[in-house]
Every structure is written in C-alpha cells, then in structure tokens.
C-alpha cells in the first residue's frame, strides 16, 4: 500500500537551533497529519493539513503541506528540550484511512 | 469517557499461547484502529473498523491476528500461537471519519497500548 516517506530518520541539535522534518509521498494526499510521540508515550496528534499550499503554525511550530499535495512538513523554531520526541507524520493509504510515516526522532541538547 | 482505554497495559505469555487485548474509544467515534509498534519504528497499521464493520486488515497480518469490535463500541485483538516475534506495542487509537469517504480522517487518539512480551 501507499507510503508516506519521512527524513530524516534522526536529528540531534542544540537547544535553540532549528529543526525542520520532511513527508514525502509518491501519489497525491487528500489530508496530512502530524503526530508526536514522546520517549514511553503514545503518538499526540499535531495537526491535520487539508488544502494545497496550506501553512498551519502553532507557537513554534509550523506546518506546510504541498502545492501538489505530495508533500509536507514540520518546522521547528529555537528547539526547546520539550521538544524532545518522535514526530511522525500520517495520511491515507490505499483503503487505509491513516498509514503512518517512521518518524523523526529529535534529540536537544541543553 | 475522557480517553481510549487499552487493557492489559503489559502482558508477558509464553510462546505459543494465546493472547486478548482489549481497547474502549472514545464513545462517540466511530473509527476504531489498532496498530502495532516496536522500538524505533512508527505506528504500523493492522486493521481498522468503522462502527462494527472491519473496513481493512494489513496484508502483512497473518492468520493468527483476529480483530472484533462487535457493537461498534469496544474492540478485542487476538493473537493465537504467539511467536516471540510478536513481542511489541499493541496501539489502539479511534476517531471521527466519514462513512463514505474512507480517505478523510478527523484526528486520532491513542490509548496507552499494551506491551506484550512472548517470552
């Protein structure tokens, strides 16, 4: 079934720095879907882009979704060590209503 | 009802033997989904249910995995002759979605999973 491609697989930045994680898929998504699962937890849902070219921001964190709708990503500004977690991003796949990317795991170092 | 609610939260079996996750949603979502998850890895899809009917079941699922959600409320996941390659996070999670556009999703919530360990 569809896939949604996620790089990097890890990132490891300073406290402050930026971080920026991409979804790629290879056919068009009507929705995408962001999600982060800290260390022990389960996946929190984000937020949910819908409209082409569609940019979503929330405090630090900011949310594009494609013109072509086969992409997407999430953007990180000056990284907190509460960001620390894995970011997963999830769309529809095949019959499936929500098939998951592996994710991004981002470390902060203080 | 202020979330989904997974049963047991840990589980430790013996191979071979047979194993009943349980998973309470939300109680007005009608979209019911489990995934499965090991270390390092993201949620995998299993199957899913909309109300009481099961919509869609992984490929990679075998024989072995069964999913229920009789009423449209609760669902149970079995797995029959567990093999230590089992041994994960079982995530239940459940939405909103549209009864005739499969595609379109409102946001999912995850219980707390059960971890099984077949040893």
């Known amino acids: 079934g569809q896939q949604v491609m996620q790089i990097p697989q890890y990132q490891h930045v300073q406290e402050g720095e930026d971080f920026t994680t991409y979804c790629n898929s290879s056919?068009?998504?009507?929705?995408i879907q962001w999600y982060k699962q800290r260390p022990g937890g389960h996946p929190v849902f984000l937020i949910q882009l819908v409209k082409s070219g569609e940019v979503k921001k929330q405090k630090r964190l900011t949310f594009q979704f494609g013109e072509a709708k086969k992409n997407s990503s999430l953007h990180i500004t000056a990284t907190q060590t509460t960001d620390v977690g894995t970011y997963f991003c999830a769309g529809p796949g095949g019959n499936t209503p929500l098939v998951f990317g592996k994710g991004t795991r981002l470390s902060v170092i203080a | 009802d202020t979330g989904v609610s997974q049963n047991p939260r840990h589980k430790i079996t013996k191979r071979g033997q047979n194993v009943t996750f349980r998973c309470d949603p939300i109680?007005?979502?009608?979209?019911l989904y489990w995934y499965r998850q090991t270390l390092g890895q993201g949620p995998e899809f299993l199957t899913y249910?909309?109300?009481?009917?099961?919509?869609?079941k992984s490929r990679l699922l075998s024989d072995r995995f069964s999913a229920e959600r009789p009423k449209g409320s609760f669902s149970t996941l079995e797995i029959q002759r567990t093999e230590q390659g089992d041994s994960a996070m079982y995530l239940c999670?459940?939405?909103?979605?549209?009864?005739?556009?499969?595609?379109?999703?409102?946001?999912?919530?995850f219980g707390q999973g059960t971890r099984l360990t077949v040893v």
């Open positions: 249910f909309q109300n009481e009917a099961q919509l869609e």
């Open positions: 999670a459940s939405s909103l979605g549209r009864t005739f556009f499969r595609g379109m999703n409102t946001e999912a919530f």
């Open positions: 109680s007005e979502h009608n979209r």
């Open positions: 056919t068009t998504l009507s929705n």
